[in-house]
């Protein structure tokens, strides 16, 4: 069966990869982890504007880029806001084997930096998906709400959580935030491809990494996510986090079908990438006008 993809797993193995999964050998049904609270988040790490610009590649061989951006503090509704934006695409090279590009945008409330919403669109060859994800607090539960597109189908699903809960972008930036330390044992919920899954992982170590951005020391975080439907399907994650103030994403290993795929930081800040944008703007559907999201999670 062909691996599904999206923005975040073909091209943005940074984030963390929540599209294709591995099945457990055997038929063995692994138990879901149960989480405990997250350690608590410090102030944003990133300023109003950081760019943070990445190279992608597959098997060793330089498929393509991926950009994450921010956007400064906003006053929406008598709420301050913020989004995190995402692009990415395949360069000539992959294409040819398949080509893919995609965005992404996280809207955050300002003060907790937890999720408000969520919206994707991603082109894989004559494919083409779309999704809204809304965290919503409804009597009482809360909920991840997502209406989708697949290839102009539409559909809708809801998923009720305990645990706090994320898209795979501002998955990312609360790591940023928080408290990290060797040892540290991390488990939360999060939307991806569809589907709800459980993210758990340990801070491994500290050590010192090179990337093209420079040498940095960072903070080394195994993990796994769980399809909650499903916890057979699953995948690990591997994600290096520098150790100072910034917490710049520095790198991250995952595997697709065609077989490894690795993010590293290439620049911080910079110039925009205007090679970039132009080819993950073009054909893509303009972006939607957000809908209003439910009762915020506080």
């Not at 109003?48 to 950009?67: F, N, S």
């Not at 994800?133 to 189908?153: I, P, S």
């Not at 910079?270 to 993950?280: F, N, P, Q, S, T």
Request: glycine share 8%; proline share 8%; net charge positive.
């Amino acid at each position: 069966m062909r691996n599904r993809t999206s923005v975040f797993l073909a091209i943005g193995a940074l984030l963390f990869p929540l599209g294709a999964s591995a099945m457990a050998p055997g038929g063995e049904v692994p138990t879901l982890p149960t989480c405990e609270p997250l350690p608590p988040s410090a102030e944003r790490p990133w300023s109003d504007t950081e760019r943070l610009h990445y190279d992608v590649d597959v098997m060793g061989a330089l498929a393509g880029k991926l950009v994450l951006l921010a956007h400064p503090p906003r006053d929406v509704l008598g709420s301050r806001q913020l989004v995190v934006r995402a692009m990415a695409a395949s360069n000539s090279f992959f294409s040819k084997i398949r080509a893919i590009r995609g965005r992404a945008a996280s809207t955050l409330d300002a003060d907790t930096l937890r999720p408000i919403r969520y919206q994707e669109e991603t082109q894989e060859g004559p494919h083409e998906r779309s999704a809204e994800v809304r965290f919503e607090k409804e009597k009482g539960a809360r909920l991840m709400a997502v209406d989708y597109k697949r290839n102009g189908r539409a559909g809708k699903k809801r998923f009720s959580h305990v645990h706090e809960a994320f898209d795979p972008l501002s998955a990312f930036y609360a790591l940023r935030t928080m408290d990290l330390a060797e040892g540290r044992e991390l488990c939360f919920d999060a939307y991806g491809i569809r589907h709800h899954w459980r993210v758990s992982g340990t801070v491994k170590a500290v050590e010192t990494v090179k990337v093209p951005a420079g040498v940095f020391k960072a903070y080394r975080l195994e993990g796994r996510a769980y399809r909650v439907d499903d916890p057979r399907r699953n995948r690990e994650i591997h994600v290096w986090i520098s150790a100072d103030e910034k917490r710049l994403p520095l790198a991250a290993l995952s595997v697709m079908d065609l077989g490894p795929v690795r993010a590293q930081l290439r620049q911080v800040d910079g110039a925009i990438d205007e090679e970039l944008e132009d080819v993950v703007l073009t054909g893509l559907p303009p972006p939607k006008p957000p809908r209003p999201a439910g009762r915020r999670i506080r």
